[in-house]
């Protein structure tokens, strides 16, 4: 509310929001943008909601531009999220498989996505929503190999059990932290979102005739070599350079 306050002060006509594809919650399918939205959480449900706000801002004025991106999990270099979490404990072997491994989930390389959102800079007036994921999906055990094979490492898994047992073991800790207090890393839904299929359909960001600078694969290499290699620490890859975002050869209002 009080970015609409400043947008309609200082009369800015285009405003980008990046939302997220919790808003669909879980055990969706595969959404696209006209799907129901039923998020589950609190994330999700504060999205949607700013959502609404900025939407009613740009029916107040039919020359705004509202463009509103709904990233499915993005990663990336110096990035701390749920992508990094899972590789973090890929490198430590401490990593558990829960489930087969098959289920397919997407995501999108940081890079990617803020091409895209460039590309979208001179769209005309109205409201536009996009969901945003790397295609094509991976599965876990595909994740796990591209992650081993990066390091030069045997892909093998050392520990792997049942959905239900691991299950199970979530709930165990939902009992305990509803006893405690307390927050573990471990939970019935952790359980659940990590073996389900967690994809969105990306089809309006090919409609536009934007192509990805990296595939998904090469920005997992990207992040996993930045962050794993200690070859790579010591040269400080980490740094991602604006090279890597924009053609330094291209007219700086492009850039822009």
Request: proline residues 5%; charged residues 25%; glycine residues 6%.
């Amino acid at each position: 509310e009080n970015m609409v306050y400043a947008l309609k002060k200082n009369n800015v006509k285009q405003l980008f929001f990046t939302s997220t594809v919790a808003v669909y919650g879980l055990n969706s399918g595969t959404p696209n943008e006209d799907s129901p939205v039923k998020p589950f959480n609190d994330y999700g449900k504060s999205k949607y909601e700013a959502e609404t706000i900025f939407s009613k801002w740009a029916d107040f004025d039919n020359t705004n531009c509202l463009i509103t991106v709904r990233p499915t999990v993005i990663f990336g270099e110096k990035n701390r999220g749920n992508v990094y979490n899972l590789l973090y404990q890929l490198s430590s072997g401490k990593f558990m498989m829960v489930g087969k491994g098959i289920n397919r989930k997407s995501m999108g390389y940081v890079l990617n996505l803020t091409s895209f959102l460039a590309t979208l800079l001179k769209s005309n007036p109205g409201k536009y929503v996009y969901n945003y994921a790397d295609k094509p999906d991976l599965c876990m055990n595909e994740l796990i190999k591209i992650f081993h094979n990066t390091l030069g490492e045997n892909s093998k898994i050392n520990f792997q059990i049942p959905y239900v047992l691991g299950l199970m073991g979530g709930y165990v800790f939902d009992i305990l932290a509803k006893i405690t207090g307390k927050t573990y890393p471990i939970s019935s839904i952790r359980i659940k979102k990590f073996c389900a299929d967690t994809l969105v359909s990306a089809e309006k960001v090919k409609d536009t005739g934007f192509t990805a600078p990296y595939l998904l694969t090469d920005g997992l290499k990207r992040m996993i070599s930045s962050e794993f290699l200690q070859d790579s620490k010591m040269n400080n890859p980490n740094e991602v350079k604006v090279e890597d975002v924009v053609d330094p050869k291209r007219p700086f209002e492009e850039k822009i």
